[in-house]
């Protein structure tokens, strides 16, 4: 059974900084591309950014060269740092991995506000 479950979302301020786990199980982790999405209610998800098993990675435009995502294979946990956030980027914030199956998280919330 695939699970994946985010962790560390939570409230900031505008400039601020928050950095998000995946932890999955019944993968082979190391195999699988792995990304992160953001959804805001009424919006359709939007990827944030992708790595492949090899490593190589890419990003929305609108949050380049902010957000570095990165996998730890060992640990089969997925990462987002995310550094200088927006109001805009205020989303629910789920992992994704492609298996057979499109697969998600459940999300954790992230609120950028003063």
């Known amino acids: 059974q695939v699970q994946l479950v985010e962790s560390g979302g939570g409230l900031v301020q505008p400039g601020g900084s928050l950095r998000l786990s995946c932890a999955a199980s019944?993968?082979?982790?190391?195999?699988?591309?792995l990304g992160w999405y953001r959804q805001t209610p009424g919006n359709q998800r939007e990827l944030v950014a992708a790595?492949?098993?090899?490593?190589?990675?890419n990003y929305a435009d609108s949050v380049k060269g902010r957000f570095t995502i990165s996998r730890d294979n060992a640990k089969n946990t997925l990462y987002l740092q995310m550094n200088g956030l927006k109001p805009d980027d205020t989303a629910v914030y789920s992992c994704?991995?492609?298996?057979?199956?499109?697969?998600w998280g459940q999300g954790t919330q992230v609120t950028v506000s003063s």
């Open positions: 019944g993968i082979i982790f190391s195999r699988l591309a």
């Open positions: 790595i492949t098993s090899g490593g190589s990675t």
């Open positions: 994704w991995t492609h298996w057979g199956y499109n697969y």
